[in-house]
């Protein structure tokens, strides 16, 4: 048990039966009572990334229970089980910790600030003070937590983390370990391999069907600098890269062809059936479409397709993941769009080889956006 026993005489800690302080009378009320459990984590998140969070927590986290929060975006108050589990896994995910600011667990809650004064602190242990709202802190500091609480923001071994939310203080300690982790999940947020490896990582993380095996072969379109291909090798799979601009990685699994798509077709025949087909390239969302198309008879049955959607002029990412998923159509299946928690305004669109494809159809299709690119270009000419 990692959360120290400090509660304040008389109280007890609060369990999942316990957790419900406006008791249900029939079942209007229950979504009142919902909006009013007592969270036993609560995040504070980066602005406009809440329903990201919050969709991906619950994929990721079947028994997860996400309390609404309406009055505040940027908070996620969560119940689960399991919770001194879910911190430190939550803390450590990749995908989702460049996107959340604090994690707070919370043992106890209360109305009564005043009940913060009889916090019990330990006095081998040294603690440091995480309060959100962040203005509360000197007051809680000069005039509520008991004096002898030995308070040191750099070398603690223990954490107060109080939070103020629907007129309730929601606070526990916990040790230091729990919160922070030996482990180097920084990423810098100017390092573009790192930004665009978590997007390919977030992708495989919530497609769960998308199963990753040793031996599989791989094609990166608009590879570079390399954070998908790099993605990929370190997943044990052999993948053909290719982008006319450099890689920033080397590993004996990346084949790197410094070529435009349009001139690679004899380079990925020799490279075999391709089982995961992803593609990044900064280009018309429908060109992508027609290039996926045209990389289709080199694909493995089942072959697992994951493109970035971008954002172009005129057409915002809704109406341009549905008419490029119009287009996929004709031989993938099971598209799906996702709001990543690291798209920008971009989306990402998976789907899977169609097994039953006609090709005269896609030789169709592929014609018909050829002849409006050429359009396209003579009329900018
Ligand atoms: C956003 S970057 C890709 C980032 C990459 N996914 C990563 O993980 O580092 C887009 C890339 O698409 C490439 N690109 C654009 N048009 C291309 C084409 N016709 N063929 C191959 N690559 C292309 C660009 O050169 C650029 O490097």
Redesign the pocket.
């Known amino acids: 048990m990692n959360v120290v026993d400090h509660l304040p005489n008389g109280r007890r800690e609060l369990n999942s039966r316990a957790c419900v302080y406006c008791t249900p009378t029939n079942g209007e009320h229950s979504r009142l009572c919902v909006a009013h459990m007592i969270p036993q984590i609560i995040l504070r998140i980066v602005g406009n990334k809440k329903k990201r969070v919050t969709d991906f927590l619950e994929h990721r986290y079947k028994d997860i229970l996400i309390i609404p929060t309406q009055k505040y975006d940027d908070l996620i108050f969560i119940r689960y089980d399991n919770w001194e589990n879910l911190v430190p896994s939550i803390r450590d995910d990749i995908v989702i910790n460049r996107a959340i600011i604090s994690i707070s667990p919370c043992v106890y809650s209360t109305k009564d600030i005043n009940e913060l004064s009889l916090i019990k602190c330990n006095p081998a242990h040294v603690y440091k003070l995480q309060v959100f709202p962040r203005k509360l802190t000197e007051n809680i500091i000069d005039n509520i937590l008991p004096s002898e609480v030995n308070l040191d923001p750099k070398n603690f071994t223990h954490l107060i983390c109080i939070t103020f939310a629907y007129e309730r203080y929601h606070y526990a300690i916990v040790k230091k370990e729990i919160l922070v982790s030996d482990k180097d999940t920084s990423v810098d947020p100017d390092d573009?391999?790192s930004r665009?490896?978590h997007?390919?990582a977030e992708t495989f993380a919530i497609e769960s069907s998308f199963k990753i095996k040793e031996g599989m072969k791989a094609l990166?379109?608009?590879?570079?600098?390399?954070?998908?291909?790099?993605?990929l090798a370190m997943n044990k799979i052999s993948t053909l890269s290719?982008?006319?601009?450099d890689l920033?990685v080397t590993h004996p699994l990346i084949c790197h062809i410094k070529?435009?798509?349009?001139d690679?077709f004899h380079e990925i025949e020799l490279f075999g059936p391709i089982d995961i087909l992803?593609c990044?390239?900064?280009?018309h969302p429908l060109n992508v479409a027609k290039?996926m198309l045209q990389i289709l008879p080199y694909l493995s049955e089942e072959a697992i397709l994951i493109v970035?959607a971008k954002e172009v002029e005129h057409y915002r990412s809704k109406k341009l993941v549905g008419i490029m998923s119009r287009m996929l159509g004709v031989g993938y299946d099971d598209i799906k769009s996702y709001f990543l928690i690291s798209n920008g305004k971009e989306r990402t669109v998976t789907a899977r080889k169609k097994s039953n494809a006609s090709f005269d159809e896609i030789q169709k299709v592929i014609e018909e956006q050829e002849k409006t690119e050429q359009d396209n270009m003579t009329s900018v000419v």
């Open positions: 573009v391999i665009a490896y997007k390919i990166d379109v608009g590879a570079s600098p390399g954070g998908w291909s790099s993605y290719i982008d006319p601009g920033q070529k435009r798509i349009e690679c992803v990044d390239m900064n280009i290039t970035t």
